[in-house]
């Protein structure tokens, strides 16, 4: 297990698709989901990591509320998430986004307040679950990152939705 | 107005670091921190704006910091930010009002922004605060109960949010 680093703006890798995954007996693809938990742990008020920012170009992601400053009162715990597709969402909320890969900056962003999503998890098992509130919140932003976009791409207005971090990480 | 004065900037080799620039009414206003080239004075650059400044009715004032002047690298881990939206009926003493109570709870203003929104004959008055506080004090819980009072006072909505978001 090693604790990976994480790319930050304005590395071109963070724009890239990422591609699916398709062997999951590979050991390489564990070693990986195992190094991106333990990344996720080792980061103070971390609640996701996706591959992407770790300069693996792949539809991974894993995520868990539980480790963020305020946890929600309900969420799924820790999850790894693999070729994910949301396949409903409903309602939309604001609310206040950071990025490991945009240290300086914290933004508004509208979501989905609850998300549907289908993905694989670590044994290639298809999975569905709903997501509300910041745990629905949480997965948009990572799965964002799979297609190579970040929080700043959905900021309205730079006035009232941009902030310049005042803790630097 | 903004190219021909950053043109200026670029001729003589300044570099812009923050900036804001906005119209507010008719008027279009810009703030700039810059870093000069070694060879150039404030003084210097204030004459080489002179032109421009004459040409476009420009009122121009340059102004020497010194490197503490500049909140830069938001190392402060002493601090906390956090948003305030306000939204209601224009009438007189909001920003007063909503100002010195943050004054009062030690927050300190560092950016504010206001506009008049909704037609003539029904203006709806619209604020975004950010404000700076000591990163041991519970905002919600410090800021909350008087907010709710200036809601009723001001008869406006104000929404606080802190900026203290996770990592994702």
């Known amino acids: ?42 980061l103070p008020a971390c609640v996701g990591v996706a591959a992407p920012q770790t300069g693996r170009s792949l539809r991974l992601l894993v995520m868990d509320c539980g480790n963020g400053r305020k946890p929600p009162a309900h969420h799924h715990g820790q999850l790894v998430v693999i070729n994910p597709d949301i396949l409903h969402w409903s309602g939309t909320d604001i609310g206040r986004e950071g990025c490991l890969s945009l240290p300086d900056y914290t933004g508004n962003v509208v979501r989905a307040q609850t ?24 997965m948009q932003h990572e799965i964002d990152h799979l297609d190579g976009r970040l929080f700043t791409d959905r900021i309205v207005s730079r006035k009232t939705d941009l902030f310049q971090r005042k803790n630097r990480l | 107005m903004v190219a021909r004065t950053t043109q200026v900037l670029f001729e003589t080799g300044c570099n812009i670091a923050d900036s804001s620039m906005t119209r507010l009414g008719g008027e279009f206003t810009v703030m700039l921190i810059l870093q000069l080239p070694p060879a150039l004075t404030p003084t210097a650059l204030s004459q080489r704006f ?3 400044a004459e040409h476009m009715e420009l009122h121009i004032q340059v102004q020497p910091l010194s490197a503490g002047d500049r909140p830069t690298a938001t190392q402060n881990n002493t601090l906390q930010s956090a948003t305030l939206s306000l939204l209601g009926a224009d009438q007189p003493g909001i920003v007063y009002r909503v100002t010195q109570f943050l004054a009062d709870q030690h927050c300190n203003i560092v950016d504010l922004y206001t506009r008049v929104l909704g037609s003539a004959h029904q203006p709806i008055y619209s604020m975004v605060i950010e404000v700076e506080a000591p990163a041991h004090i519970d905002l919600q819980q410090q800021l909350q109960p008087g907010l709710t009072q200036l809601e009723t006072l001001l008869h ?12 994702m």
């Open chain 2, 156 to 167: 406006v909505e104000i929404h606080l949010r802190l900026a203290d978001s996770a990592l």
């Open chain 2, 50 to 52: 002179q032109p421009l």
């Open chain 1, 1 to 42: 297990m090693a604790i990976l680093d994480i790319l930050t703006y304005p590395d071109d890798r963070l724009r890239e698709h990422a591609e699916e995954i398709e062997d999951f007996s590979d050991p390489a693809l564990q070693c990986l989901i195992d190094d991106l938990l333990e990344t996720m742990a080792s």
């Open chain 1, 115 to 138: 998300v549907r999503v289908t993905f694989q998890d670590r044994q290639g098992v298809a999975q569905t679950l709903e997501l509300t509130g910041y745990e629905a919140r949480v």
